[in-house]
């Protein structure tokens, strides 16, 4: 792992007197707690690691020049799957310590973890990222104002300095400010317009605005990365990456297929890595059921087509049956397959679980 590994053996990964004895919700766990649970999380971090090396080709490339749609080329998303009460939640956030005691030289970021249970009926999910990240552009502005060593390697920028005066407009808060504008904007009710014209013109708006907001967000990704590099001071040397977690996204079941398409449509971009953390069959059986509602295969349902005796079929209620089930495993598969398309089973990880007395022998 080269410069960057730190050894963790047999250590706690954060000060004892931080992690609580009786815990209730998640602990960071010890590295040997970590290596039972999650034997193959140093995969991962090589997996960044690949990654970083391969993004840092790009620097001489001006992205603004490229089609913004290619960074779905990218496979940036990783899911950890765990039955529940597997531990999931420690895992994750023991992880995300890791990754920021480990890259802190490179500049990385993780985003405070979402957890989808926590976000409000009335509130999407980009909404919720949308003011995490603000919280993030305060802090930079905080550091650039305050902080005289980060000051000092950016303040003949003037994307961020006037006459050495720090813009409360610099180019990191005017792009944010944009990506929110326009994200809000598809909020706007076309019953407040003063006429039916009027109503359409606003309409057009808001699908542009749609449209536009998706390449803005790509382009306020890139200069979030390229205001680190500024403030580390070493441009060249370093590729900061920005970690956005999702976790224990099955307990929200109306959450979910909102999630996966935020991940294609906005979470798309080669210096930022997803990560999500799910109960697998749960998590499928939530997609399923969401395309079965959208396609209206409800009907076989409610009219108890899988709860009646055999016996009680004729010919015809016996071919309604096979068509029935013969659509429903074909729901399945497309389910899966969606899944597999933002999930890529080559990025999935699988927590252990202790249910068998041969696995619970060798529990450390």
Same mark, same amino acid.
């Given at each position: 792992?080269?410069?960057?590994?730190?050894?963790?053996?047999?250590?706690?990964?954060?000060?004892?007197?931080?992690?609580?004895?009786?815990?209730?919700?998640?602990?960071?766990?010890?590295?040997?707690?970590?290596?039972?649970?999650?034997?193959?999380?140093?995969?991962?971090? %090589?997996?960044?690691?690949?990654?970083? *090396?391969?993004?840092?080709?790009?620097?001489?490339?001006?992205?603004?020049?490229?089609?913004?749609?290619?960074?779905?080329?990218?496979? #940036?998303?990783?899911?950890?799957?765990?039955?529940?009460?597997?531990?999931?939640?420690?895992?994750?956030?023991?992880?995300?310590?890791?990754?920021?005691?480990?890259?802190?030289?490179?500049?990385?970021?993780?985003?405070?973890?979402?957890?989808?249970?926590?976000?409000?009926?009335?509130?999407?999910?980009?909404?919720?990222?949308?003011?995490?990240?603000?919280?993030?552009?305060?802090?930079?502005?905080?550091?650039?104002?305050?902080?005289? #060593?980060?000051?000092?390697?950016?303040?003949?920028?003037?994307?961020?300095?006037?006459?050495?005066?720090?813009?409360?407009?610099?180019?990191?808060?005017?792009?944010?400010?944009?990506?929110? %504008?326009?994200?809000?904007?598809?909020?706007?009710?076309?019953?407040?317009?003063?006429?039916?014209? *009027?109503a359409i013109g606003d309409s057009e708006m808001q699908i542009q605005n749609g449209y536009k907001f998706s390449r803005a967000f790509t382009s306020f990704w890139t200069t979030l990365k390229? #205001?680190?590099?500024?403030?580390?001071?070493?441009?060249?040397?370093?590729?900061?990456?920005? &970690?956005?977690?999702?976790?224990?996204?099955?307990?929200?079941?109306?959450?979910?297929?909102?999630?996966?398409?935020?991940?294609?449509?906005?979470?798309?971009?080669?210096?930022?890595?997803?990560?999500?953390?799910?109960?697998?069959?749960?998590?499928?059986?939530?997609?399923?059921?969401?395309?079965?509602?959208?396609?209206?295969?409800?009907?076989?349902?409610?009219?108890?087509?899988?709860?009646?005796?055999?016996?009680?079929?004729?010919? &015809?209620?016996?071919?309604?049956?096979?068509? *029935?089930?013969?659509?429903?495993r074909h729901l399945t598969k497309t389910a899966r397959l969606y899944l597999d398309k933002i999930l890529p089973p080559s990025s999935r990880y699988y927590i252990n679980t202790f249910d #068998?007395?041969?696995?619970?022998?060798?529990?450390?």
């Amino acid at each position: 792992m080269g410069d960057t590994q730190m050894n963790y053996e047999n250590k706690n990964l954060m000060p004892e007197n931080l992690i609580p004895i009786h815990k209730m919700g998640f602990k960071i766990l010890k590295e040997v707690q970590l290596k039972n649970m999650f034997p193959t999380y140093e995969n991962l971090f %090589e997996k960044f690691d690949t990654h970083r *090396a391969w993004v840092k080709k790009l620097k001489n490339i001006d992205r603004e020049k490229i089609d913004y749609q290619y960074n779905l080329m990218y496979d #940036t998303v990783f899911s950890i799957f765990g039955s529940r009460g597997s531990g999931k939640t420690s895992a994750i956030f023991t992880l995300k310590y890791m990754i920021e005691k480990r890259y802190e030289s490179q500049g990385d970021i993780v985003l405070p973890v979402i957890m989808p249970e926590m976000i409000p009926d009335n509130c999407d999910i980009i909404s919720w990222i949308l003011a995490i990240i603000e919280q993030i552009v305060t802090q930079i502005e905080d550091k650039l104002q305050n902080q005289s #060593t980060d000051r000092r390697k950016i303040e003949n920028d003037e994307d961020f300095f006037y006459n050495c005066r720090f813009k409360k407009d610099n180019k990191l808060r005017q792009e944010y400010d944009k990506v929110k %504008e326009l994200y809000f904007s598809k909020g706007y009710s076309l019953r407040q317009s003063e006429s039916f014209y *009027a109503a359409i013109g606003d309409s057009e708006m808001q699908i542009q605005n749609g449209y536009k907001f998706s390449r803005a967000f790509t382009s306020f990704w890139t200069t979030l990365k390229s #205001t680190i590099e500024k403030i580390k001071g070493n441009g060249d040397e370093i590729e900061p990456l920005i &970690y956005l977690i999702f976790d224990d996204v099955d307990l929200t079941p109306n959450k979910v297929v909102e999630m996966l398409s935020s991940i294609v449509k906005y979470l798309s971009h080669p210096n930022l890595i997803v990560i999500v953390t799910a109960d697998e069959e749960l998590f499928n059986e939530v997609v399923e059921n969401s395309l079965r509602k959208k396609l209206g295969y409800d009907e076989e349902q409610n009219r108890g087509l899988f709860t009646f005796p055999r016996y009680y079929y004729g010919d &015809y209620d016996q071919f309604i049956l096979n068509s *029935a089930m013969e659509r429903k495993r074909h729901l399945t598969k497309t389910a899966r397959l969606y899944l597999d398309k933002i999930l890529p089973p080559s990025s999935r990880y699988y927590i252990n679980t202790f249910d #068998t007395c041969s696995k619970r022998k060798g529990f450390i």
